[in-house]
Nanobody
Framework: QVQLVESGGGLVQAGGSLSLSCTTSGASIRFVSMGWYRQAPTKQRELVATISPRGFTNYADSVKGRFTISRDNAKNMVYLQMNSLKPEDTAVYYC???????WGQGTQVTVSS
């Protein structure tokens, strides 16, 4: 069973940056699309970014130009670099292994105005 552990969240002022990491165990990410999602209080979980096995990326309109997803297949890790953060980016951030129903515990990102 795939296990995911997200880290790197925290409290940052608007305009600041954070770098999230996702460590995957139990399966190789090498041939799997990986994604970052987020869920804000009272809102549904939403897709933030995805990256294909070959490195093709896709972003939600709300984060385009500010966030960058990347992967290191050798380390079985996925990253999310978040720049120019806004208060509306405040949420718990999760990574996802393909279309797996398994989720990690998430990492809290809080952006103050």
């Amino acid at each position: 069973q795939v296990q995911l552990v997200e880290s790197g969240g925290g409290l940052v002022q608007a305009g600041g940056s954070l770098s999230l990491s996702c460590t995957t165990s139990g399966a190789s990410i090498r041939f799997v699309s990986m994604g970052w999602y987020r869920q804000a209080p009272t809102k549904q979980r939403e897709l933030v970014a995805t990256i294909s096995p070959r490195g093709f990326t896709n972003y939600a309109d709300s984060v385009k130009g500010r966030f960058t997803i990347s992967r290191d297949n050798a380390k079985n890790m996925v990253y999310l670099q978040m720049n120019s953060l806004k208060p509306e980016d405040t949420a718990v951030y999760y990574c996802r292994f393909g279309t797996s129903a398994s989720w990690g515990q998430g990492t809290q990102v809080t952006v103050s105005s």
